[in-house]
Nanobody
Framework: LQLVESGGGLVQPGGSLNVSCGASGGSLLEYAIAWFRQAPGKEREGIACKYIYSSETEIADSLKSRFTVSADYEKNIVYLHIHNLKPEDTAVYYC?????????????????WGPGTQVTLSS
């Protein structure tokens, strides 16, 4: 499975952004999917995890008021929707996948990763 993120860029605080995770070599419906981000000098942070064969999603408590996840399985894409963007949202955003019934916001358990897409908040 190969993953690639897209949709990052330079955005204004207070705005919204949709980041995409596209896949080839497999159907995202058959994988648990997670979103992570990594800001400069910081550890990779788990944002959200979507369970395999389900629309059920877990989102980190500190982020659930502004982050949501959706999927379009016909297009084989999972989306991360970010609302009310803040300067601290500046980071590289990654999607990850694993063939497991579990969901985890710990980066170490995920098997497949995309290269990431940069999201930068303008000052």
């Amino acid at each position: 499975l190969q993953l690639v993120e897209s949709g990052g860029g330079l955005v204004q605080p207070g705005g919204s952004l949709n980041v995409s995770c596209g896949a080839s070599g497999g159907s995202l419906l058959e994988y648990a999917i997670a979103w992570f981000r990594q800001a400069p000098g910081k550890e990779r942070e788990g944002i959200a995890c979507k369970y395999i064969y389900s629309s059920e999603t877990e989102i980190a408590d500190s982020l659930k008021s502004r982050f949501t996840v959706s999927a379009d399985y016909e297009k084989n894409i999972v989306y991360l929707h970010i609302h009310n963007l803040k300067p601290e949202d500046t980071a590289v955003y990654y999607c990850a996948a694993m063939t497991s019934s579990r969901c985890s916001l710990s980066a170490g358990v995920w098997d497949h990763w995309g290269p990431g897409t940069q999201v930068t908040l303008s000052s």
